[in-house]
């Protein structure tokens, strides 16, 4: 079924591993977002990708990175997670201008 | 710089009472606009965008240039529109193509 799919849903960890949160999506998307979203607070961008071998950092600054090696795969990666990295990360992608398709989120605290 | 506002963090209405979410924005290039929105236990999703001009779930927005604003609007909330509410713009220039969203809005629709 094409849809876009993040895991973990739910991830708790010490300080100091490194993680990486999968995201991908198989409706064929260019465009590919992740936002860091804080309990009833708003969407940060922080990485974004308009293709394959494509990433840029968002507004919000962020110790994170991205790859985009396939088109329906873009992972992100904290080396060394801390407590300040405890939020909600929301992948999005779309196809050119179209609507963003959101995943389920991955929420990830660090302990 | 980019920005989206979304001045009210909760609106309460009863049921059948009109309902405006406030939303201005702050973007040097030709705007295009959305609203996200997410009902409990589902993931973000577009409820309309400025450049289609259709009605969705009763639910209308009209960009207004002259004030920056692309207010949210429903003659007669139902309690099944208690939800959160994100203004968004996607802001393009000739090599990004970002979609920067608002601090949200929770509507709660009291029977």
């Known amino acids: 079924e094409a849809d876009i799919y993040q895991t973990p849903r739910y991830l708790v960890i010490g300080t100091g591993k490194k993680i990486t949160l999968e995201c991908s999506q198989t409706?064929?998307?260019?465009?590919m977002y992740w936002y860091q979203q804080d309990p009833g607070m708003e969407l940060h961008l922080i990485h974004y990708?308009?293709?394959?071998?494509?990433?840029e950092k968002g507004d919000l600054s962020s110790e994170s990175t991205v790859s985009r090696i396939r088109t329906e795969h873009f992972p992100l990666t904290l080396e060394s997670a801390r407590p300040s990295h405890t939020s909600q990360y929301l992948c999005?992608?779309?196809?050119?201008?179209?609507?963003?398709?959101f995943g389920s989120g991955t929420q990830l605290s660090v302990l | 710089a980019q920005r989206v506002t979304q001045p009210e963090k909760l609106l309460s209405v009863f049921k059948g009472a009109p309902v405006e979410l406030k939303c201005n924005y702050s973007?040097?290039?030709?705007?295009?606009l959305f609203w996200y929105v997410q009902y409990s236990r589902q993931r973000l999703q577009l409820l309309l965008r400025?450049?289609s001009r259709e009605s969705i779930k009763g639910f209308t927005a009209d960009l207004n240039k002259g004030e920056t604003s692309f207010h949210l609007k429903k003659p007669f909330a139902q309690e099944e529109d208690s939800a959160m509410y994100y203004c968004?713009?996607?802001?393009?220039?000739?090599?990004?193509?970002?979609?920067?969203f608002g601090t949200g809005t929770r509507l709660q629709v009291f029977p």
């Open positions: 409706m064929g998307h260019d465009k």
């Open positions: 968004a713009l996607s802001a393009k220039s000739y090599n990004t193509d970002k979609l920067i």
């Open positions: 973007y040097s290039g030709s705007p295009e």
């Open positions: 999005a992608s779309r196809f050119g201008g179209e609507k963003l398709f």
């Open positions: 400025h450049i």
């Open positions: 990708s308009y293709g394959v071998n494509s990433t």
